[in-house]
T-cell receptor
């Protein structure tokens, strides 16, 4: 119930294309869904996040789509650039009796070909 | 967002030894966490560092192996004890800032030989 399933494991996209990464969760107690971007040798950096009362959030070329009934959410990177090549992690956070926790997906390695 | 500094950034350690990682935040934060990221893997929560009390450990992690201190609202340490090559990982300090968002330091890259 605490898992967040992420796919695909790796993704190759042409420059200018759309990158799509999908995540699914089981625990309905999750109430915040962030995405992190990690470059080699660096810590994960918050990219964009959404709450379950919103179906879509857009920030620049990055969009989260959220389907509460299906318990799925996805990251879309429009006009993908070589500089977007990184590992992306979806996550789900909750504040419950066990305290605040954030669970991460397995990660997607994105490579954008020039 | 908070600025999080970790020391050391990298280290190569002999098996059987222990290493303490420091995490300093530029502002007071309520929640601090320690994560482990094994090579090419996702992030796994080790424990929540509680100020003034014992850390709360996740399943599979124990205090004897990963003792944690949190003397105040801006500082925490994680010790990796009696290291083996399986402990070679990135250890990441993170803090909760705002309602539900956590931010990470740059990590401490440990190689055990």
């Amino acid at each position: 119930q605490q898992q967040v399933k992420q796919s695909p494991q790796s993704l190759i996209v042409q420059k200018g294309g759309i990158s799509i990464i999908n995540c699914a969760y089981e625990n309905t107690a999750f109430d915040y869904f962030p995405w992190y971007q990690q470059f080699p040798g660096k810590g994960p950096a918050l990219l964009i996040a959404i709450r379950p009362d919103v179906s879509e959030k857009k920030e620049g070329r990055f969009t989260i789509s959220f389907n509460k009934s299906a318990k799925q959410f996805s990251l879309h990177i429009m006009d993908s650039q070589p500089g977007d090549s990184a590992t992306y992690f979806c996550a789900a956070s909750s504040t419950g009796t066990g305290g605040f926790k954030t669970i991460f997906g397995a990660g997607t390695r994105l490579f954008v070909k020039a | 967002s908070a600025v999080i500094s970790q020391k050391p950034s990298r280290d190569i350690c002999q098996r059987g030894t222990s290493l303490t990682i420091q995490c300093q935040v530029d502002s007071q934060v309520t929640m601090m966490f320690w994560y482990r990221q094994q090579p090419g893997q996702s992030l796994t929560l080790i424990a929540t560092a509680n100020q003034g009390s014992e850390a709360t450990y996740e399943s599979g992690f124990v205090i004897d192996k990963f003792p944690i201190s949190r003397p105040n609202l801006t500082f925490s340490t994680l010790t990796v004890s009696n290291m083996s090559p399986e402990d070679s990982s990135i250890y990441l300090c993170s803090v909760q800032s705002g309602a539900n968002t956590i931010y990470f330091g740059e990590g401490s890259w440990l190689t055990v030989v």
